[in-house]
């Protein structure tokens, strides 16, 4: 191996030591030095959907190729084929984990109605801004990727999980209401998504098409909703 050979206090090789410098000298650049090194052994989805976003975030979801991810995560243009057969299953990929910190970053506001069911309930629509202005890259992967849910049930599945808390939360404020004037919890949480994602895209996301808004985008989104409780006649929108 080569030198230099590091030497114990008791006159011995650190052979450990020697070996780690060894690899060290062969993990450097290996994207023709654009900084990002080669990734780690068992660590080639997570290098790659690392890469995903950061193409995702610079060209939108439709602007990368597989070709460029694997560049990017330093590893050979064969390299990603272990794990994803094309371009949009890595995609798909992107965006079902963007769906799955969508719902938990909704779960968390929603907190399972605590402490006021429809104070809380408010709080879900400030937290899908939060996550669109926070999140860009995952959300354009998850919104404005087109891709086509049957071909992929895993992006099925964690769209229906990240929608079942506004569900959950839909069912619970709609329960505040004697049971004959209670609308639908479906039709209530889909307004309310249809909502929130109107303002997120309208005037939250960065790019060429956002609106200016003379007020928070959050007062906005709390003012729609208030207007719409009342509308229903719920609790708290008096």
């Known amino acids: 191996m080569a030198g230099p050979f590091f030497i114990r206090a008791d006159g011995w090789i650190d052979l450990a030591r020697h070996v780690k410098a060894f690899y060290m000298s062969w993990s450097g650049p290996t994207d023709g030095g654009s900084g990002?090194?080669?990734?780690?052994?068992?660590?080639?989805?997570?290098?790659?959907?690392?890469?995903?976003?950061?193409?995702?975030?610079?060209?939108?979801?439709?602007?990368?190729?597989?070709?460029?991810?694997?560049?990017?995560?330093?590893v050979s243009p064969a390299a990603p084929y272990r794990h994803f057969r094309d371009?949009?299953?890595?995609?798909?990929?992107?965006?079902?984990?963007g769906f799955?910190?969508?719902?938990?970053?909704?779960?968390k506001a929603w907190n399972g109605g605590r402490p006021e069911v429809v104070r809380t309930f408010e709080d879900l629509?400030?937290?899908y801004l939060a996550f669109a202005r926070e999140e860009p890259a995952y959300y354009a992967a998850m919104f404005d990727s087109r891709l086509a849910m049957e071909a992929h049930p895993g992006l099925q599945a964690a769209s229906d999980r990240a929608f079942a808390v506004?569900?959950?939360?839909?069912?619970?404020?709609?329960?505040?209401?004697?049971?004959?004037?209670?609308?639908?919890?479906?039709?209530?949480?889909?307004?309310?998504w249809a909502m929130a994602h109107g303002i997120a895209s309208l005037f939250v996301r960065e790019g060429p098409s956002r609106r200016k808004l003379p007020m928070a985008a959050e007062d906005l989104?709390?003012?729609?909703?208030?207007?719409?409780?009342?509308s229903?006649?719920?609790?708290?929108?008096e």
């Open 36 to 74: 990002r090194r080669g990734y780690h052994h068992g660590n080639l989805r997570e290098a790659l959907i690392e890469a995903a976003l950061e193409l995702i975030g610079a060209k939108g979801p439709a602007g990368f190729t597989i070709a460029e991810a694997a560049r990017l995560a330093g």
């Open 87 to 97: 371009a949009e299953a890595l995609l798909a990929d992107v965006a079902v984990r």
């Open 100 to 107: 799955d910190r969508f719902a938990e970053r909704l779960a």
């Open 125 to 127: 629509g400030r937290a």
């Open 166 to 192: 506004l569900r959950e939360a839909a069912d619970q404020v709609a329960a505040t209401l004697p049971k004959g004037r209670r609308p639908p919890s479906l039709m209530m949480a889909l307004h309310i």
């Open 221 to 230: 989104l709390e003012a729609g909703v208030l207007i719409y409780l009342q």
């Open 232 to 237: 229903l006649g719920l609790a708290g929108g």
